[in-house]
Structure formats: C-alpha cells, structure tokens
C-alpha cells in the first residue's frame, strides 16, 4: 500500500497554509496540492437500444487512430451503411452480456470498481485523488480531468488500461488528455503510463489466474490460446509495437509456467473491415484445433484488463460455439484479472511505480 510520508504530507500542510495567507479576502477559492489517478478504458454504449449504441459506434469509428482509411472515403462508409446496420447488430450482443442490476456494460462495472478499489488503497490520506474515464462515451477523459483540477489537482497520472501499446488504443487516450489540456488557463501537470506488457507483476498475475481457473475444471486442455484484440496488419508495417507486445506476454507467460510453445499459442480477434490482420485469427485456430482432434481447449485474453463484450460473448459463447461444433468437447474461457486481488495488483503496482518523484 502506498502512503505518503509524514514529510510530505506535512509539506503539503504548510504549503496550504502558506496559500491561505497570501491569498487576498476577495480571491476566488482555489484547490491546490493533490495528486490525480485516471484510469481509462476504451468505452461503452449508455444502452442497447440503436441510438445509444450508434453515438457509440460513431465516437469509436470516427477516431482516425482507430481507422486510418482517408477520411473522405471512410466517413460515407461509416454514415451509411456501417451505423445504418452494425447498432442493431452490436446492440444484441451487448444486451446479452448487459449488467441488468447497474443497467451498464460489464466494462464500466469493473472499470469502475478497479478505480474505487485503487481509492482505498491509495487515497485514504487524502491527497491522492482516483477518478476513471471511458475513451468513447462517457464519462469523458476531458470531463474527469476537469473535474480532477477542480479537485485541487496539480499533477495527475493517466492510465489507459492496455498492458500491450498500440497507437488506436494507448495513444488515441493520450491524445484526447492532451487536448483537453490544451483547454484549460491552469494545467495540472500530467504523466502518462505507458505499457506494461512484461511486468513480472502482470505476468505473475496472469499465470496465478491461469493455474487457479485450470485447477477448478474438471478436464486439462490440451491447449490454451492467449487471445488478444487484433490490429489491421498495415499498423504493423507502419511501425506499431503491439504484435511485439502481445508475443513477448504470451512467451513470458509460458516461460512461467514451463510450457512448451505448442501447449500457449497466440492468436489475434475482433478483425473488423476487408483488410487484412493480425495472423493467425482466433476463431480460425479454434476450428482447426478442433478439426485436427483437439478436444480439450482454454482462451485467455490476456490484453483485456476487464471482461467486455470481446471476452464475454465473442469468445465465451462465440468461439465456444465454434469449437464444440467442429469436433470439441471441452472449453473454457479464463475471465480477465478484472478487480480481482491479482488485478488489483498489477494495477496499485503500476500506479505507484509511475508516481514516483510525486509522492
């Protein structure tokens, strides 16, 4: 747990104090002297219904890190038929993961809970002060830095939550802080954080998850497939570090465990468009595990901070689907760290790591 020291804190004290008396009677009230955390994921529809899901799909597929293709090409592609089809057809699938108690994505139900989590854990002194935010939709990443200014925020820490960089995901979240600092008469300074792929504390949370999930099956999969989010193979060519990220997760992993490299392969999922991605695909390899006599199968997503449509449906019911129908006969998807004790940790880990020189 990290706490500030009595001689910090007690700097802070005389700094407000010093504050206080400078200020003339008639100045406006002014918060000073805190420390902001924002985690950010990459974002959520308000509902399942077309219109919220199409604001959605439009924030998400309008950002030009998200979809390099010319401008002038791909917008009448996206405001004709992509939103005029794929809201009604994401909404389905959102509605079948929907958290019905909160009425919200599991994405900000955990999102949320790994912020208030990290709060008890590292703002109980009070100088430190943990918000979250969403890419696409909301809360924004602008309004949760504001509102973390307004707090009394000179410095603040932004995190998105990819373990593996990438410039559509890590970066797009740069960009919408930096922007929103641009607005502002009185900046907070800010760091960001940048990727943590091969952490050992990420990666010995991700194989306590794996040992703990195969130990309560009742079968022992013949292969475990650490399934990440793809990316259009031209990003890599351009020069994105994300393949090289996700590879050396997957090797460190299996190097943990003392697995060999056909027991942990990765693939790439999620492919969107006619271009081609990041090889080979997840729901590919499943078919031709199962074709080949693989009867026994596990999915990890290892570069999913939180469980999410991708992780619920897509390979949890999708992919599970594909597999047993072409021969499998046993399947199990292991959940993301979400706010569990080991995600919390790698999480709390990372934070203090990169809060150093702050506190």
């Known amino acids: 747990m990290l706490k500030p020291t009595p001689t910090f ?3 802070e004290t005389r700094r ?3 504050r206080a008396v400078r200020l003339p009677a008639d100045h406006p009230a002014v918060g000073a002297g805190r420390i902001g955390v924002l985690l950010v994921n990459l974002g959520t529809p308000e509902g399942t219904s077309y219109w919220p899901m199409r604001r959605y799909l439009n924030e998400f597929l309008s950002d030009r890190r998200v979809i390099e293709w010319p401008w002038l090409i791909w917008q009448p592609i996206l405001q004709g038929i992509v939103l005029s089809t794929r809201p009604t057809k994401s909404g389905a699938l959102y509605a079948s993961i929907w958290n019905e108690a909160k009425n919200e994505s599991p994405l900000r139900t ?3 809970s790994q912020a208030e989590k990290l709060a008890a854990e590292l703002a109980g002194e009070g100088l430190l002060v943990v918000d979250w935010a969403m890419r696409y939709g909301k809360p ?3 309004s949760r830095l504001e509102a973390l200014r307004e707090a009394g925020c000179e410095r603040i820490l932004v995190f998105p939550l990819y373990p593996q960089y990438s410039a559509s995901t890590t970066a797009t979240v740069n960009d919408v802080a930096f922007d929103a600092l641009k607005t502002m008469r009185w900046q907070p300074a800010l760091r960001t954080v940048p990727p943590y792929h091969d952490e050992p504390v990420y990666i010995d949370a991700l ?5 703990t999930h195969l130990a309560a099956l009742d079968f022992t999969p013949d292969v475990l497939i650490a399934s990440y989010h793809g990316l259009p193979l031209s990003y890599f060519q351009k020069g994105d570090p994300y393949h090289c990220h996700c590879q050396k997760t997957s090797r460190l992993m299996r190097e943990r465990l003392g697995w060999p490299e056909e ?3 990765t693939t790439f999922q999620s492919r969107f468009g006619p271009e081609e ?3 080979p695909y997840t729901d590919e390899t499943v078919e031709r595990l199962a074709g080949e006599g693989v009867k026994r199968l596990a999915i990890i997503n290892p570069g999913f901070v939180s469980d999410c449509l991708e992780t619920l449906e897509e390979i949890a019911v999708e ?3 594909v597999f047993l129908e072409h021969g499998g006969e046993n399947f199990a998807h292991i959940p993301c760290l979400n706010d569990s004790p080991a995600g919390m940790r790698v999480i709390s880990n990372v934070v203090v790591r990169e809060l150093q020189g702050w506190i």
């Open 9 to 11: 804190r007690h700097a």
């Open 16 to 18: 407000e104090e010093a």
């Open 110 to 112: 955990f999102t949320r």
């Open 140 to 142: 924004s990443v602008a």
């Open 207 to 211: 194989v306590e998850s794996i040992e």
């Open 263 to 265: 027991r942990l392969i």
């Open 277 to 279: 991605w990041l090889k």
């Open 319 to 321: 992919n599970r689907e």
